[in-house]
């Protein structure tokens, strides 16, 4: 069965850096959407970033563009997302999901089925 194991969040002050990781596991497809995404409290959950795994092409939401910058291991099924010059408003809950049956690769949290636990990212004024 399909598996997101997300590690690499903590608690970091303002302008300062950290890295998610997401192991994927248990699927065969080559060519698929991967995103990350986050939820603060009373928030909606909203897309950060994703890519398309055929070709590496990605995407950024407004807010994070020029911080975060996502990637991919293939050999390695894992997914990256660096996060640069944070702020206090990227604190967060940050998932990681997939979508393995993509028309193409969106920011809507709504069109992804699989999902990691979530990791937390807190960021210190």
């Known amino acids: 069965q399909v598996q997101l194991v997300e590690s690499g969040g903590g608690s970091v002050q303002a302008g300062g850096s950290l890295r998610l990781s997401c192991a994927a596991s248990g699927y065969t497809y080559s060519r698929y959407c991967m995103g990350w995404f986050r939820q603060a409290p009373g928030k909606e959950r909203e897309g950060v970033a994703i890519?398309?795994?055929?070709?590496?092409?990605?995407n950024y939401a407004d807010s994070v563009k020029g911080r975060f910058t996502i990637s991919q291991d293939n050999a390695k099924n894992t997914l990256y997302l660096q996060m640069n010059s944070l702020k206090p408003e990227d604190t967060a809950m940050y998932y990681c999901?997939?979508?393995?049956?993509?028309?193409?690769?969106?920011?809507?949290?709504?069109?992804?089925?699989?999902w990691g636990q979530g990791s937390q990212v807190t960021v210190a004024s």
């Open positions: 890519i398309f795994t055929g070709s590496g092409t990605t």
């Open positions: 999901a997939a979508d393995f049956r993509p028309s193409y690769c969106r920011l809507s949290a709504s069109k992804y089925n699989y």
